[in-house]
C-alpha cells in the first residue's frame, strides 16, 4: 500500500463462473511442482490465481473475502503490520484451524441472507501445508454456490 495522487482502473465485475474457470484453468499448474517438491513454487499457484481474480475482476463480495481471508492466512507478518489481531498461521505453513474454520463460518454467516446456499465446505480444507491448504481453499471457493434463491 502506498499513497498516490492516481488509482487503477476500475475491475468488471464478474461472476462466479469467471472465478471457477480460472481456478479450473490455472490450479491444474500446482501439480508438478508439488510432485517435485517444491513447495514454494506450489504456494505460487494458488496465490497467482487469487492475486489475478483480485486485480483483473470484481469478483462477489462473498469471495472478495475469502480471498482476503486466504492472505490473512498465508502472509500473517504483513498483515500484523497493518494492525490486524487475529493470527491465521505462523507463515511457515503451521495454520490455526479453529480460527480459519471459525472465521470462514462467520464470513459465510454474514452472507446468509442474500445467498442462502453459500456454505463453504471448511471440512475439505488440508492444512497439511501451505500449498495444500491453498489448493484445497481455492478448490472450496470454486465448488460455492452464489445463488440468490434456494
Known amino acids: 500500500m502506498y499513497r498516490t495522487a492516481s ?5 468488471p465485475a464478474v461472476n462466479q463462473t469467471a472465478i471457477v474457470n480460472l481456478i479450473e484453468n490455472e490450479l491444474p499448474n500446482i501439480k508438478w511442482p508439488l510432485q517435485q517438491n517444491h513447495p514454494e513454487l506450489a504456494l505460487a499457484v494458488p496465490q497467482y490465481i487469487i492475486g489475478f481474480a483480485l486485480f483483473h475482476y470484481s469478483p462477489p ?14 502472509e ?9 489481531q487475529t493470527k491465521y498461521g505462523d507463515g511457515k505453513g503451521h495454520f490455526d484451524k479453529v480460527n480459519i474454520r471459525n472465521a470462514i463460518k462467520t464470513l459465510a454467516k454474514s452472507y446468509r441472507h442474500q445467498y442462502p446456499l453459500f456454505k463453504p465446505d471448511v471440512d475439505g480444507l488440508d492444512f497439511a501445508s501451505a500449498a495444500l491448504f491453498a489448493q484445497s ?3 472450496m471457493i470454486k465448488n460455492l454456490n452464489l445463488k440468490k434463491t434456494e
Open 76 to 84: 500473517p507478518q504483513f498483515f500484523q503490520a497493518l494492525g490486524f
Open 7 to 11: 488509482t487503477f482502473g476500475v475491475s
Open 61 to 74: 463480495k462473498p469471495v472478495r473475502d475469502l480471498f482476503h481471508l486466504f492472505y490473512e492466512c498465508t
Open 137 to 139: 481453499y481455492l478448490a
